[in-house]
């Protein structure tokens, strides 16, 4: 059984950056072919994908977020992290970390729990 936690601060402040970790358990981030998405959902909003790494370590961004979004990875951790910078109030929402094949909303197979990040000053 493949787990998936979501850990960083809950309260980030205008212009900082927003860092978080995706922990997996139960199974590698390396092992192919799967892609380890972010995902986030702003309050009264749908879901929107974020971006992805992939089992190689590729990664690919949403493009109203690409200039502002990295997704780096730890394999000898087992985390893939999200980095947001230059936020705004806009950024706040509950925050997921998920698995799929492919890139995008796509069919997740785990998600996280959703951790809550708060932009404000």
């Known amino acids: 059984q493949v787990q998936l936690q979501e850990s960083g601060p809950g309260l980030v402040k205008p212009s900082q950056t927003l860092s978080l970790t995706c922990t997996v358990s139960?199974?590698?981030?390396?092992?192919?072919?799967?892609?380890w998405s972010w995902i986030r959902q702003p309050p009264g909003k749908g879901l929107e994908w974020m971006g992805a790494?992939?089992?190689?370590?590729?990664?690919y961004y949403s493009p109203s977020l690409k200039s502002r979004t990295s997704i780096s990875r730890d394999t000898s951790k087992n985390q893939f992290t999200l980095q947001v910078s230059s936020v705004t109030p806009e950024d706040t929402a509950v925050y997921y970390c998920?698995?799929?094949?492919?890139?995008?909303?796509?069919?997740?197979?785990?998600w996280g729990q959703g951790t809550q990040v708060t932009v404000s000053s």
């Open positions: 998920a698995r799929s094949m492919d890139w995008g909303m796509s069919d997740f197979d785990y």
């Open positions: 139960g199974g590698s981030i390396t092992t192919n072919y799967y892609y």
């Open positions: 790494i992939t089992y190689s370590g590729s990664t």
